[in-house]
C-alpha cells in the first residue's frame, strides 16, 4: 500500500462522527505536503491544515459522500479544517440537481478562505444550466467578499470563454476594483485564458490599458507563459506592458 493509500476494499464507516471523521482524515496526513502547502497560502494559519494530497482526499470525500453523515456534515458551518472546507466543496460540485447544488454553492461561498479551496473544480451541472447561472455569477462578482469574486470570476473563465461566450462579459471581469492580490491574480488569469481563446475581442482591452497596471501586466506575463498563444501575439502583448508605479 503507497502512503496515505486507502486499504485496498476499504470503506468509510457509516456511523463516523464529526470527531471521528477528523481522525479518520489525519491517518492520510502527509506532514511534508502539509509543509510545502501551506506555504501556498501564506494567510491560512497552519494549524488548521492536515495535509492530504488532493487526489487521496477526493477518493476519500467519494466514499465518504456515500455516508448518511455526510449530509449532517455539510450541515456543519464552519469547519475546522482546510479539507474539511475541500471535501465540502467537492461534495457540493458532484450534486447532480442544478437548483440543490447552486444553493449549497452559495451557502458556502462565505466560509471559503483561500484560493485552493476556491479553485476546486466546478460543478459539472452547471454546464447544464449557463442561462440561470449568468446572474449568480453577476452577484458573486458585485460581492465584497473576496473568494466569492474570485470563485465569480472563475466561473465566468471555466463556463463563457467558448461556445458561449459574448464579449460583454469581458467588461464584467474588467469592472472589478479590487485591491486583494487573489481577485486581482483571478482576473489576469481570466483575461490570459480568454486571450488564448477570443484574442481579437480581447485585445482592445489590453491596447487601451482598461486593466488596474498590476493586473495589466500580470495578464501579459500569463499570456507569455500560454503554449495557446502563437509567437507573433506573445511578442505583440510583450510590448504592451506598463511601467507600474513605484
Not at 440543490?100 to 459539472?124: G, I, M, Q, S
Not at 453577476?138 to 463563457?160: H, K, N, Q, V
Not at 483571478?186 to 489590453?206: E, G, R
Request: proline share 6%; with cysteine.
Amino acid at each position: 500500500m503507497q502512503q496515505n493509500e486507502l486499504p485496498e476494499g476499504k470503506s468509510i464507516r457509516r456511523n463516523c462522527s464529526m470527531d471521528e471523521l477528523q481522525q479518520e482524515l489525519f491517518k492520510l496526513q502527509d506532514l511534508k505536503y502539509r509543509n510545502f502547502h501551506s506555504k501556498l497560502m501564506p494567510g491560512i494559519d497552519k494549524e488548521t491544515i492536515i495535509g492530504i494530497r488532493t487526489p487521496m482526499l477526493r477518493k476519500f470525500t467519494k466514499e465518504y459522500a456515500k455516508t448518511p453523515e455526510a449530509e449532517l456534515f455539510m450541515q456543519e458551518l464552519p469547519h475546522r479544517y482546510y479539507e474539511e472546507n475541500n471535501m465540502h466543496i467537492m461534495i457540493a460540485s458532484w450534486i447532480k440537481d442544478y437548483e440543490k447544488c447552486l444553493a449549497e454553492v452559495k451557502r458556502f461561498l462565505p466560509y471559503v478562505n483561500n484560493w485552493a479551496t476556491c479553485d476546486l473544480p466546478a460543478p459539472k451541472i452547471f454546464v447544464k444550466h449557463k442561462d440561470e447561472l449568468l446572474p449568480e455569477i453577476r452577484s458573486w462578482i458585485a460581492s465584497d467578499e473576496t473568494y466569492t469574486i474570485r470563485y465569480g470570476i472563475g466561473m465566468l473563465m471555466t463556463f463563457y470563454l467558448d461556445e458561449d461566450f459574448r464579449p460583454e462579459y469581458l467588461k464584467m471581469a474588467a469592472d472589478v476594483e479590487s485591491e486583494e492580490y487573489y481577485v486581482n491574480m483571478m482576473a489576469a488569469w481570466y483575461f490570459a485564458t480568454a486571450l488564448a481563446k477570443q484574442y481579437d475581442a480581447v485585445l482592445p482591452y489590453i491596447q487601451q490599458r482598461r486593466l488596474e497596471p498590476w493586473t495589466h501586466n500580470k495578464t501579459i506575463q500569463k499570456a507569455m507563459e500560454s503554449e495557446r498563444i502563437p509567437d507573433g501575439q506573445k511578442a505583440y502583448l510583450r510590448g504592451l506592458k506598463v511601467k507600474l508605479p513605484k
